[in-house]
């Protein structure tokens, strides 16, 4: 069973950061395009950043670029998002996704499951 968890959200204060993390189970996570993506209230969902099953290629969305990091370690089957200079905007439920295609593109455009997310409030 294909399952995605999202851990390490919290409360931060402006220009902060915080790391997040997409356990992944029952697929290598290594063979899938991955991604972040976030939905703050009255918003549509955004996506933030994702990264090549291929050659680790990323996109990162320009709200974001320059701020956040997106990474992988195939060894923990976990995929991680690292967020510096944290705004209030930043402010979202925060979740991630695998694509149902083996070794195809940088972004799960095609998304085979979903994480549950994790809430960040960035709030002084």
């Known amino acids: 069973q294909v399952q995605l968890v999202e851990s390490g959200g919290g409360l931060v204060q402006p220009g902060g950061s915080l790391r997040l993390s997409c356990a992944a189970s029952?697929?290598?996570?290594?063979?899938?395009?991955m991604g972040w993506f976030r939905q703050a209230p009255g918003k549509e969902r955004e996506g933030l950043s994702c990264?090549?099953?291929?050659?680790?290629?990323?996109y990162y969305a320009a709200s974001v670029k320059g701020r956040f990091t997106i990474s992988r370690d195939n060894a923990k089957n976990t995929m991680y998002l690292q967020m510096n200079s944290l705004k209030p905007e930043d402010t979202a439920v925060y979740s991630c996704a695998v694509d149902s295609r083996l070794r195809v593109g940088v972004c799960p455009t095609r998304p085979r499951a979903w994480g549950q997310g994790t809430q960040v409030t960035v709030s002084s």
């Open positions: 029952g697929f290598t996570l290594g063979d899938y395009a």
């Open positions: 990264i090549s099953p291929v050659d680790g290629s990323t």
